[in-house]
């Protein structure tokens, strides 16, 4: 069973699942904005429930017969409605394992979704103290255009370093309520003899991306944009570091992970296993240089990418490029009925909201 099931990395691993001889429970809630209270077209033929994570009637119908569980309803977006990421993501994580325990369900593996996001600003290096994690960037810093966090302990310079699955240290409220999701897996599965493991996904991209979502990133910011023949908008200065991986990766890695036995109680980082500039990456969509915006978006990170040899021991290698995902998303949206302009909407709604401030 699939929660968030109608969603894009949900369809992704249905189908992957699907191909590889299981039979597949999709939960879903089909809520806006990135549903519009239909199941998409393009979701493969399998079982369908309507239902939110949230509520413990719909997980006790949707955990009937079910032997697997990759968990991936949530909340996602960087708005200051702080207490829907904990309901959400969470309490319905609480209510996985709670119902799990209570009605002794012979479930074999839980497959949790986390982000990313959970390393704050994450692993660096300093010349003068050796390896650093700095908590987070100075707000007065970046009202200044200042965007390179610097030494926690000497204040100078420092160099990122890729991410290991050792550290955590989260800053905004989606990665707070996602490390708690990662930590209910790891210890309440230990504890209850439920195994389970939680997957760090880096930037996940490619078809069936909801356009609506304004958490959805820059592929689907950039590709809206340049349909329209705008440049893309880029925060900050365009040179913070990112890590993209394709769905159809991020597909098989859950059900490589669902099926190991040496994955149980583990987490994992999932990534591209390379960084890339956003200037670089909107190159990749667009011929039209960008805009470079000067905003950064509050609780943001300046460079992101991790390291995946834990999931690479496994035997799971990232297969699909950048630029491929582009080249895919591009395709799909090109047949999908835009009947607004989604991302100056969304731009708009961040900067109402106070999570994207322009530096001074």
Known sequence: MIT?????IGAHTAVELLRTGYDVRLLDNLMPPIHTGEWPRWLP?????????????????ALRGVEYVVHLAAHQDLLPNFAQFF?????????????IVAEKLPVRKVVVASSQFVYGEGRYRCAKDGEVFPDGR??????KGLWEPVCPKCGGAITPLPLLETHANPKNQYSIAKYSQELMAVALGRNYGIPSA????????????????AYSG???????????????????DGRQLRDYVNVEDVARANRLVMESDQANYEVY????????????????VSEKPANVTGEYRVGDTRHSVSDIAKLQALGW??????????????????????????????????RKMGALRKAG
């Open 317 to 350: 290698q990232p297969t699909k490029t950048p630029r491929e995902s582009v080249r895919d998303y591009v395709e799909w949206i090109r047949g999908e009925k835009l009947d607004k302009d989604y991302a100056a909407e969304a731009l708009a709604n961040l």
């Open 269 to 284: 980082n999932v990534g591209g296993g390379k960084g890339y500039t956003v200037l670089e990456f909107a190159a990749m």
């Open 138 to 143: 100075a707000p007065e810093r970046l009202a």
């Open 198 to 213: 939680a997957l760090r996904y880096s930037i996940v991209q490619g078809p069936w991306q909801s356009f609506r979502n």
């Open 218 to 236: 820059v592929l689907r910011v950039f590709t809206l944009q340049m349909l329209r023949g705008q440049p893309a908008s880029v925060f900050e």
């Open 45 to 61: 033929d399998c079982e369908r429930m309507l239902g939110d994570v949230r509520n413990r009637e719909d997980w006790q119908r």
């Open 4 to 8: 968030g099931g109608a969603g894009f």
């Open 87 to 99: 309901h959400v993501n969470s309490v319905g994580t609480a209510l996985l394992y709670e119902l």
